[in-house]
């Protein structure tokens, strides 16, 4: 009765939802538990139809510019639920961070002509940043 009761209060709250089953890249990092505190961005890529295996060819090549400070957590696309969507998980000490070390990857002969190839594949983007809560193995 418990649990039926938490059902029917959560479907007051509830304005919508939707779900993914995400299937991860091959060629980014599994996920590990961090040391905090971070920030994580999710960054999230609607890509044309037809554009998954080109977005993961540039990708595999474009990763190795941003492993550096260990910012990369994981990146994922859908298989189930909207299709043609990446979900790339990165981790920064703070909004500082991000900032220096996105802007550090332009540095970086490569990733400019990796990211060049990327953008014409995308139809919406959005970034979230989030932070971890206490019980996450991602802190």
Same mark, same amino acid.
């Given at each position: 009765?418990?649990?039926?009761?938490?059902?029917?209060?959560?479907?007051?709250?509830?304005?919508?939802?939707?779900?993914?089953?995400?299937l991860e890249f091959s060629f980014w990092n599994?996920?590990?538990?961090?040391?905090?505190?971070?920030?994580?961005?999710?960054?999230?890529?609607?890509?044309?139809?037809?554009?998954?295996?080109?977005?993961?060819?540039?990708?595999?090549?474009?990763?190795?510019?941003?492993?550096?400070?260990?910012?990369?957590?994981?990146?994922?696309?859908?298989?189930?639920?909207? #299709?043609?969507?990446? /979900? /790339?998980?990165?981790?920064?000490?703070? #909004?500082?961070?991000?900032?220096?070390?996105?802007?550090?990857?332009?540095?970086?002969?490569?990733?400019?002509?990796?990211?060049?190839?990327?953008?014409? #594949?995308?139809?919406?983007?959005?970034?979230r940043i989030m932070i971890p809560l206490k019980?996450?193995p991602l802190q």
């Amino acid at each position: 009765q418990e649990y039926l009761d938490f059902r029917k209060e959560r479907s007051r709250m509830l304005l919508s939802r939707r779900n993914q089953l995400l299937l991860e890249f091959s060629f980014w990092n599994e996920p590990q538990p961090r040391q905090g505190p971070n920030i994580y961005e999710l960054r999230t890529y609607k890509l044309k139809p037809g554009t998954m295996i080109e977005w993961g060819n540039n990708w595999a090549r474009a990763i190795k510019y941003r492993q550096e400070n260990q910012e990369a957590v994981g990146g994922f696309f859908s298989q189930i639920g909207e #299709l043609y969507v990446v /979900h /790339h998980l990165w981790a920064y000490r703070d #909004l500082q961070s991000r900032e220096e070390t996105r802007n550090a990857a332009w540095r970086k002969r490569g990733w400019d002509e990796s990211f060049y190839y990327t953008v014409p #594949l995308i139809r919406t983007m959005e970034s979230r940043i989030m932070i971890p809560l206490k019980i996450s193995p991602l802190q």
